[in-house]
């Protein structure tokens, strides 16, 4: 029997289109506009103006508190403006806008394709240089991967969990970069663990990639104190706390964070962005998107700087199919969807999903008929249901009782409802006022 | 490109499962118990299918369009459920106007009045029998004779009001005349209404909706355990006045009402720990009816007494939190 984690979970058609598919350099654009908010936490704040020259891995934002990062250049070429534009949320924040002219890198950075894998830095050292890198978690969260690393006073990291599990239907970005950059990967690991000061590394990996799982295992003979472990397939396991239950059997108790169990984790993909930064000197400013659906031409897996809008990433992967109803910034479950071709590419996007148009409307809404589908698939043991219908109503204290906060939103209560429920729209709602009250109470 | 976007939540993919798939799906799993009621009474079980079928649908039908004003939902196949079910729990022989009228208890009073698919707190097809069980009680229990009984019987009384007037009498069981062998009520050769009459059809349906998902172990599992144990704990003190408690398990709609009737999500607890307190509590219930109290069966109103305890159970009995407490 394959491990998995223990409450709910769905299993939703996995239409991985682009897994075969090399991860491609796309071209460099000929503008980008590189958000400063990119993470969780405080937005960087801009130490560029306009009409400045920048080049290639330049701090172009500077991290401006503990849970903040550093925003780098990902071209060279001309400052035109620090302004608003939308990103995939939708709402305008601020940014800088490049015109890129050339490929101009900064000093230090290392180019060559080597494998560098004699670790020379002890692991405050790490620390501080994934800091300065501005690295965040890459499978969409976003977290400052630098917090993660430090525990808290009186805690103590045991374990860390790489997060190769790629839950998420038609992304393969994780998967592709497992495929390409093993080596790369597995030396990003021993620089997490030394920096964390753990032996011990566990790579969760789903049964639906047996290449990545093979390759890696191989790998692991190599490199001391790792392993892999094969994961049944099963929506969302990618979520924190479903990867550790699945992993080590433990329990992240209600409003803790994975360290409460001695656990931290992190993606394959920060993984590698930290031995770039490490052993290549090289800043996150570029990462691997996956471009996918089921109308497009050509699913592809770009390597694509940040900052670089939409439209460039989907035009090289044969433009955007006619009866294209809506576009995802991220995967079908948790993705976001974006109004505007204009958006650009974060450290956070994992991939773009073109929905066709007869996919992409809800189905109309019908009565409730209590089957408890979405109680039995809610990986929190939560009831979706009945959180939802205290949303409606808006008794709070009764949903913040009916732990409404523990919601990872991961959309499993929506996808399963046969009638078609709003029942994470309504969840959230009730968790953005519930976390509110919580907030006002500790005034 | 100029066509807008849809920009909504997400998730941004669905299941392909609909309310209207989950009712077919009891639909068909009742099929097969549908087809020997045919078999066992002819023409006269078509007769009373067909007429609570086409009532039901056509007050949900009324009811919503003229009365509630609503977009009217026939279409989402629950109130053919509740056709079926009736037409399943009445004696085949029952005149044309009291189905109607148990349709209008079902329907009207049962589902309509609480607002509908969903939002019933009792088994629609159930209020509409008990009501007609109360109101006709004659006709609900005058039990035409099925195909394998002699031309000149015209009527026969089920197993458990035989074994009920055993009870009454202080006739020991060995002495019973009437009751049929455990195998032939097994398959189906006794007497009852429709839907009731053979276990192992109804169980047959039961296994298929337990494997399409559309119900849970729980609840029936519960039931018929809690049948057997308390009856079988009679039974072992006492043979002579109590029957075999496996003739409890297989007569009287126990598998009807345990597997189609107790099941129905919109009457039951949302957990499964809550549906084992559930089904336990019909399992009480539905036994001291049978040994103490006036009717012979009593699995219909178990299930609705049990029903009405359902709010309550789903606020107390919850799902296993993940992350403790």
Redesign the interface.
Known sequence: MLKTFKIGGVHPPENKLSKDKKIEVLPLPKTVFIPVAQHIGAPATPVVKKGDEVKVGQVIAQSSSFVSTNIHSSVSGKVTKVDFSADSSGYPKQGIFIAVDGDEWIEGIDRSEDLVKEISVDGPEIVKKIQEAGIVGLGGATFPTHVKLVPPKGMKAEVLLINGVECEPYLTSDHRLMLEKADEIMVGIQLLMKAMGVDKAVIGIENNKPDAIKLLNEKCSAYKGVSVQPLKVQYPQGGEKQLINAVTGKEVPSGALPIAVGAVVSNVGTAFAVYEAIQKNKPLFERVVTVTGKGLEKPSNFLVRVGTATSELIEAAGGVPENTGKIISGGPMMGRAIASLDVPVTKGTSGLLLIQEEESKREEIQACIRCSRCTSVCPMGLEPYLLMTLGEKQIFDRAENERIMDCIECGSCSYTCPSSRPLLDYIRFGKGKVGAMIRSRKK | ?S?L???????????S???Q??MLRVVYAMIPAMLWGIYMFGLDAVRVGLISILSCLAIEFLIQKYIMKVKP?IT?G?ALITGVLLAFNVPVSLPWWIIIIGAIAAMGVGKLSFG????NVFNPALVGRVFLLISFPVQMTSWPATRMMSVDSVSAATPLAVIKEGIKNGIPVSQLQGLPDLSDMAIGFNNGSMGEISAILLIIGGLYMLWKKVITWQTPVSIILTVLVVSGIFWLINPEMYVNPVYHVITGGLMLGAIFMATD????P??GKGQLIYGVGIGLITISIRMFGAYPEGISFAILIMNAFVPLI?MYV????????
Do not use: A, C
């Not at chain 2, 999500?265 to 039951?268: A, G």
């Not at chain 2, 919850?318 to 407490?325: I, L």
């Open positions: 490109m066509k976007l849809t920009v909504s939540p997400s998730p941004h993919v669905h299941s499962e609909s309310t798939k989950i939902s989402d629950s509908g698919l969903g939002s999500m919109v009457t039951s949302m957990t789903n919850k799902p296993k939190r993940f992350g403790g407490q």
